[in-house]
């Protein structure tokens, strides 16, 4: 069995963990942009209570942007 061989049916054979796995990476980064695209949102920086939202969604920002880091490197 060659490594490629290997590697296939791994995949295959677990193909529920490794989908949950890509979604939840991939709604983990939707989410991240946005609240990236309304923390800077030119509009919002018009409105009284501007600064007070986007230094919150920039927070928020940093914590999905931590707890993504360490949901990826963990095995």
Known sequence: MTFRQFAYNNVVRNRRTY????????????????YA???FHPSL??????????????FAEWVIYIFSFFSFCTP
């Open 19 to 34: 989908a949950a796995y890509f979604l939840s990476s991939a709604f983990s980064v939707m989410v991240f942009f946005v």
């Open 37 to 39: 695209v309304f923390a």
């Open 45 to 58: 920086k018009d409105e009284a209570i501007g600064s007070q939202v986007s230094s919150v969604m920039g």
